[in-house]
């Protein structure tokens, strides 16, 4: 495993950031001091307004978090700024604010929300992540994103997200391309981070004997976050805290 990667290994990982609800809701400033107050890693999702701020956000949709019914990409950042999330006084965060907040205290994995070709997205993230001095790496679902930055800044550590896609509105050949790595010569990742509900797949098996190192995601009780540490390197968690 790359040396570079040696927190990724032993920071417990906060699935974005350490919140519990509405309160302290998912991919807030208010989750992410959380995780830094106790020490743990910060995973979070990014994605690009149409002017071209990345914003930290999970869902392509600001429904669930806003009530607004519109994408993120379809807004400007200006339209989305005094949205609140949930019942909190907490707001949709800058990824250059947050990176100011962290300022290298703890890692951070950052999950680029991209499903097309590469574009703002990429292309701003790596801005904003390039003269960052703290631990992070970089990761997506979409094998092309990593394929832009292995030629952009292949210094930057990959990491190829993965799963079965079961209820993904995918053609079924893109899900087979997908779940099983057949993309990975594009992209060459520097790890697999894969659904702890099917890390016994046949792939992940012989990957994991080829030596590659292989993450899982989301451990929402202290009993899957201990079993599925026996098969990875690391496992994100939510919910709950894990060195209780």
Not at 27 to 41: H, L, P, Q, W
Not at 96 to 117: A, F, P, T, W
Not at 140 to 148: D, R
Not at 202 to 218: D, E, M, N, Q, S
């Amino acid at each position: 495993m790359d040396e570079r990667m040696k927190w990724l290994a032993e920071e417990h990982i906060a699935h974005r950031g350490y919140h519990d609800g509405d309160a302290c809701p998912e991919n807030s400033m208010r989750a992410f001091r959380e995780a830094i107050e106790n020490g743990f890693g910060i995973e979070l999702d990014v994605h690009a307004t149409s002017d071209g701020k990345i914003v930290v956000f999970h869902d392509d949709n600001l429904r669930r978090m806003t009530g607004v019914n519109k994408d993120v990409k379809d807004c400007t950042y200006d339209e989305i700024k005094h949205l609140t999330l949930l019942k909190s006084d907490e707001h949709i965060p800058l990824f250059s604010d947050v990176l100011k907040e962290v300022n290298g205290q703890v890692g951070i994995m950052v999950e680029l929300k991209s499903i097309g070709k590469p574009g703002l997205l990429e292309e701003n993230t790596y801005k904003l992540l390039k003269t960052y001095k703290g631990n992070f790496i970089i990761q997506s679902f979409n094998p092309i994103t990593l394929a832009w930055f292995k030629k952009h800044a292949p210094n930057m550590i990959r990491g190829q997200l993965s799963g079965v896609y079961k209820g993904e509105k995918l053609a079924w050949f893109k899900r087979i391309l997908l779940k099983n790595f057949l993309l990975n010569h594009l992209s060459e990742p520097h790890f697999i981070n894969y659904d702890i509900a099917f890390i016994d797949r046949l792939p992940i098996k012989i990957l994991r004997k080829k030596g590659r190192a292989i993450f899982g995601w989301t451990a929402r009780t202290k009993e899957e976050y201990t079993e599925a540490l026996k098969k990875c390197v690391n496992v994100v968690f939510e919910n709950f805290d894990p060195r209780v």
